[in-house]
């Protein structure tokens, strides 16, 4: 079992309803992600949280906004999306931000998000 | 041109085959590569890194050529729970990359009895 658990596992909403996703980690782990991944495609990067600061937004629209409340859980608020945003939406995480060294994201199961 | 390109398959085989991938990068500036496994409806997880002195771990073996950027994965003597999608990931350059990862389309393997 992943040691990154997101919640829900499946979410439906219509466009114009608020949600969130919610991604916890107890690692320890200092540096936290969401990706977003339609069906036969890789993950896509939205969101780098570093130290519980935002590090990088790959351009993401606003109707989803990241929050990082301590260094343990990520959240993504949703708002006003459209049926294009229905994917799997996986939150990482690693011991650091400079993933590179070791390439190690530890991800969750994923919420897979229709919208409506 | 995308950043990473991969045969997306599938790889139909017999079990006990050979069977290799390619990957290849388009940013000749990027500094880490590896190989993530994806099984169908799971999340990611990190298979082995990729070095310019070449990688072996059991039946995998990755390799990396900077001068071609081009990435490879050879899996020996396949087993039916190797079936998976096989993801090339690569970390670009530049300190504004801190924590960027870009995933390859993956290619998809099938061992067959």
């Known amino acids: ?116 | 041109r995308k950043e990473v390109e991969q045969d997306p398959g599938p790889f139909n085989v017999p079990e006990g085959a050979t069977v290799a991938f390619n990957c290849t990068y388009s940013n000749s500036a990027s500094q880490s590569f590896f190989w993530y496994r994806q099984d169908c409806r799971k999340e990611p997880k990190l298979l082995m890194s990729v070095y310019s002195s070449g990688n072996e771990d059991g039946r995998f073996t990755a390799q990396l050529n900077r001068a071609s950027q081009y990435i490879s994965l050879l899996i020996r003597d396949s087993k039916l729970s190797d079936s998976a999608t096989y993801l090339c990931v690569v970390s670009p350059h530049g300190s504004g990359n801190t924590g960027k990862l870009i995933f390859g389309q993956g290619t998809t393997l099938q061992v067959k009895p």
């Open chain 1, 1 to 116: 079992d992943t040691e990154v658990t997101q919640t829900p596992k499946h979410l439906v909403m219509g466009m114009t309803n608020k949600k969130s996703l919610k991604c916890e980690q107890h690692m320890g782990h200092r540096a936290m992600y969401w990706y977003k991944q339609k069906a036969k495609k890789p993950p896509e990067l939205m969101f780098v949280y570093s130290y519980e600061k935002l590090s990088i937004n790959e351009s993401v629209p606003s109707r989803f906004s990241p929050e990082c409340p301590n260094s343990s859980l990520l959240n993504l608020h949703l708002h006003a999306l459209q049926p294009e945003d229905s994917a799997l939406y996986l939150c990482a995480s690693s011991h650091s931000p400079r993933v590179r060294l070791t390439g190690e994201l530890f991800f969750g199961e994923g919420s897979r998000l229709t919208v409506l």
